[in-house]
């Protein structure tokens, strides 16, 4: 199944012209890993956050029962980093700041995939330690079966506890705004006010 808001050809990135067989080739792995550095690197997101990012990417795919392709992955893995960086990172960015990174999209644009994009996991936006455990070690048995480093450490105590508490409370703010999600929000930024929780959004 493929969603309006993730066709890259009906919302495009950048105002660089979108081949006619933009579908139709699969990215190869330089390809996918520039795009996933450029937003991480430009964000200066972490890599925990590219784990949360994961748990909901894979969400999105088993919950809105769609097909990852050509024409939708690069929507598809933003909204995923979007959401995973305001519900991880110390630093997270506004909508508005990813379209300073990507320089042709526009707030508009962002506010409603990042809109979509909840809908769609059904605002199940909590990640237990466990569920991000499970991640970790499956990405360091992928990396190690395939002689890659995999620098990234397990989770201490201290951030499985602000993984969770930060979580379930993106999560309860969530509930508490769904009602307002189904009569068209702007964006999840307004709907939260300035900040989440102070070590969140500055």
């Known amino acids: ?3 309006e808001i993730f066709d890259e050809k009906l919302h495009p990135l ?13 990215p ?23 784990i949360v990012a994961l748990v909901y990417l894979e969400r999105l795919l088993t919950y809105a029962e769609l097909d990852i392709c050509p024409g939708n992955w690069k929507r598809i893995v933003l909204g995923a980093i979007l959401l995973a960086s305001k ?7 506004w ?7 990507l320089k042709d999209i526009t707030v508009e644009d962002m506010n409603e995939l990042e ?36 620098p990234l450490e397990p989770l201490s105590r201290e951030k499985a ?21 189904r009569k068209r929000s702007a964006s999840m930024d307004n709907l939260c006010g300035r900040r ?3 070590a969140i959004l500055s």
């Open 1 to 3: 199944m493929l969603l």
């Open 14 to 26: 950048s105002k660089s012209e979108v081949p006619l067989d933009y579908n139709q080739h699969d």
């Open 28 to 50: 190869d792995q330089k390809q996918i890993y520039r795009f996933v550095r450029t937003l991480f690197s430009a964000a200066q997101l972490t890599a925990e956050c590219a």
């Open 87 to 93: 519900v991880w990172d110390d630093q997270a960015v």
């Open 95 to 101: 909508n508005v700041d990813y379209c300073q990174i």
């Open 115 to 150: 809109r979509q994009f909840l809908e769609l996991l059904q605002f199940n936006i909590n990640v237990p330690s466990s569920v991000y455990a499970k991640y970790y070690f499956d990405l360091r048995s992928l990396s190690e079966s395939n002689n890659l480093s995999f």
């Open 161 to 181: 506890q602000k993984l969770e508490a930060i979580s379930r409370l993106c999560d309860d703010k969530y509930k508490d705004i769904r009602r307002a999600a």
């Open 196 to 198: 989440w929780v102070p």
